[in-house]
């Protein structure tokens, strides 16, 4: 059964207490027992003793990515190797990995955390779930394999790849959810398309897609093809691996489980705490895990929060959607664009896949002048005549200058000719990995 699930309807003061006390017992725990928390404490001349209220949590020092790297592997821990009963590490994406050690006791966390998750985008015990998110170091397959088990959800672990047996196990098992990154969603319908199965037609009801950014286009794209529907769910290996946050059935951001971790939005530059609403860089604390506790982790992912009671009950505060990563920021003319809102505006015109790429000179690092983008076009406007593709391509142009207020060279490209990735999606290439 799931430990705390009142927890999240819980009144805002009552939570505030319950944050504060355990905030109060993880600034401890770190202080005595991480020589690299303690080292930071003391340089922002804080204690454990000074924090006596949420607010005092901008007095504590930030943690980053190359905290994480530079304390590689165990450098973090806060309880001894032998009471860490996993390891994973995070995919990778942008640069070395990191690893995440947990107790038992952090893996019955999350277990709950993940189960609570699963209930709020909808899934029921009764459900036959095909967990598609890679298994072994990645947080993603086991995060859920544990969560919907706890649940009582009966579990397919699939895991990610060999699509064309999964769109038959899908079919022979009567699978009700599927879980998988939002690319991976797509490729199974393409899959299916080719196997001659309309997915719309099985019993597949529910997405619960996450893990790399995906716009609101992108989400009508998959419920649409796969006729679901689709759930974000946001984590990440330094806080805990999926169960952050997620969407509740009023899709108005996603909650984030703030029993167990703490959120504040931060300005990016100055490291400044931001006011509920507005957009900056989350920042994470967790409130529970015993192996490696982090204190203000810096997501580098740009969000902005929103505190307003809910509709459905819950009190945690959401979360917008990611627009990207801090680091993935391109800047076109001075223009500051993600991949996501460029996959926003593609995918608002008639004709267009959901797959493309975008292709910068690593050599000007992420600023240009201008921006190459291969956009894949759907089969019938591909074997048209010309006139419509030039026709296509112009009007690309015109909506990337309009609403994004970017220069961009768009190259209309063959259905299917654009890498497919398993996982997460690579979005931004350099020219050099790409035939010209
Ligand atoms: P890596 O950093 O190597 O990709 P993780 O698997 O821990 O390793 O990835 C976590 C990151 O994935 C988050 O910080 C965020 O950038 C991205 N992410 C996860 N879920 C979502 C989501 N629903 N929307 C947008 N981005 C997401
Ligand atoms: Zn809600």
Redesign the pocket.
């Not at 995070?90 to 942008?94: E, P």
């Not at 996450?210 to 995906?214: D, F, H, I, L, N």
């Given at each position: 059964m799931i430990r705390d699930p009142e927890n999240e309807r819980m009144p805002r003061k009552d939570l505030e207490n319950v944050q504060l006390r355990r905030l109060q017992a993880r600034a401890k725990d770190v202080y005595e027992k991480v020589p690299f928390y303690r080292k930071a404490f003391k340089e922002r001349k804080v204690t454990p003793e000074d924090v006596r209220s949420l607010t005092d949590l901008s007095r504590l020092p930030f943690t980053s990515k190359l905290d994480f790297r530079d304390n590689y592997p165990y450098g973090l821990l806060a309880t001894p190797l032998n009471r860490v009963v996993r390891i994973h590490s995070?995919?990778?994406?942008?640069g070395k990995?990191i690893v995440a050690p947990y107790t038992q006791s952090d893996i019955d966390n999350w277990s709950d955390i993940m189960a609570r998750t699963l209930v709020t985008a909808g899934v029921r015990s009764d459900d036959i779930l095909q967990n598609a998110y890679g298994y072994g170091l990645?947080?993603?397959g086991l995060g859920f394999h544990y969560g919907a088990e706890r649940l009582g959800a009966t579990v397919i672990p699939t895991g990610g790849g060999n699509t064309k047996r999964q769109i038959i196990l899908l079919q022979d098992l009567g699978t009700t959810v599927i879980t998988c990154t939002p690319s991976y969603a797509l490729i199974l319908a393409e899959t299916a398309l080719d196997m001659g199965v309309d997915l719309r037609e099985t019993k597949l009801r529910l997405g619960v897609c996450?893990?790399?950014?995906?716009s609101e286009q992108m989400r009508n794209d998959i419920e649409e093809r796969l006729g679901i529907r689709a759930v974000?769910?946001?984590?990440?290996?330094?806080v805990v691996?999926p169960g952050v946050s997620v969407e509740c059935e009023r899709r108005c951001g996603m909650h984030i489980a703030e029993d167990h971790f703490l959120a504040e939005v931060i300005d990016p530059h100055s490291g400044d705490p931001l006011p509920y609403g507005e957009q900056g860089e989350l920042v994470i604390t967790t409130l529970t895990k015993e192996a490696q506790p982090v204190i203000r982790y810096r997501?580098?992912?740009i969000v902005s929060l929103d505190r307003e009671p809910c509709d459905c009950g819950r009190t945690h505060v959401r979360m917008s959607?990611?627009t990207g990563?801090s680091d993935d920021m391109l800047i076109i003319r001075g223009v500051n664009v993600f991949p996501s809102q460029i996959e926003s505006v593609l995918l608002e015109v008639e004709g267009v896949e959901p797959h493309y790429l975008i292709v910068v000179d690593r050599k000007n690092a992420f600023s240009s002048d201008e921006l190459e983008i291969w956009v894949e076009v759907s089969d019938n406007v591909f074997s048209d005549e010309m006139q419509k593709m030039e026709k296509l391509e112009k009007r690309l142009r015109a909506e990337m200058d309009s609403v994004l207020g970017i220069s961009a060279r768009i190259k209309l490209v063959e259905p299917k000719t654009i890498a497919r990735t398993e996982g997460?999606a690579k979005r931004v290439v350099d020219r050099s990995e790409v035939a010209p």
């Open positions: 995070s995919s990778g994406t942008t990995p990645f947080t993603g996450g893990a790399e950014p995906w974000n769910i946001y984590g990440l290996t330094e691996g997501t580098r992912d959607r990611v990563r997460k």
